[in-house]
């Protein structure tokens, strides 16, 4: 449910520069396709990350991929709180922070090849924008950050699940 009016700019301080992942929530189109691109490096990056710190801590990398993506979502939250509340608005679609995250979580935990990054942008962008089942619930339901954030937490996770099961099933190479 989105309540914002966009009046020209918004006022931008720390938290809201962060949230919009600017400048790619102030692009006047299709600002969440652009925070969806952002989330790829990012969930690469804990993908990466995550196989590495976790052979040097002797612990499973998805773990700490689960930890990246859990520090990753604690910001997200913080920030959006904090934009939506400097600029007295709800689920402002210049807030894309999470979409960035919603897409990080998918990448994080599969395969780094560019056939998984594919078919993990275009899923994800699918669930976020249909919102089916649960996406759609959170998105109308839930109150102030959580409702602007979760349904694309929910969307990541949809897409993981997606592509574990065609990866589980051999149906992508």
Do not use: C
């Not at 600002?31 to 801590?57: C, D, K």
């Not at 919603?102 to 669930?127: C, Y």
């Not at 099961?165 to 190479?173: I, Y």
């Amino acid at each position: 449910m989105k309540t914002s009016q966009k009046r020209g700019p918004p006022r931008l301080n720390f938290w809201s520069i962060l949230a919009v992942a600017a400048p790619l929530g102030l692009m006047p189109k299709a600002p969440g396709t652009f925070g969806s691109l952002a989330g790829i490096p990012v969930g690469l990056a804990f993908y990466h990350y995550g196989h590495m710190l976790g052979v040097r801590w002797n612990v499973s990398g998805t773990l700490v991929q689960i930890g990246l993506l859990t520090l990753l979502g604690l910001l997200s939250w913080w920030a959006i709180d904090k934009t939506e509340k400097f600029w007295g608005t709800h689920d402002d679609g210049r807030i894309v922070i999470d979409e960035v995250l919603g897409q990080a979580i998918p990448l994080s935990l599969m395969p780094a090849d560019w056939k998984w990054i594919a078919l993990a942008f275009v899923l994800f962008r699918f669930f976020d924008i249909v919102k089916p089942g649960p996406i759609g619930w959170a998105d109308r339901e839930l109150p102030g950050a959580w409702g602007t954030m979760i349904d694309d937490v929910i969307a990541g996770i949809f897409t993981w699940a997606v592509l574990a099961l065609a990866q589980t099933l051999g149906l992508v190479l």
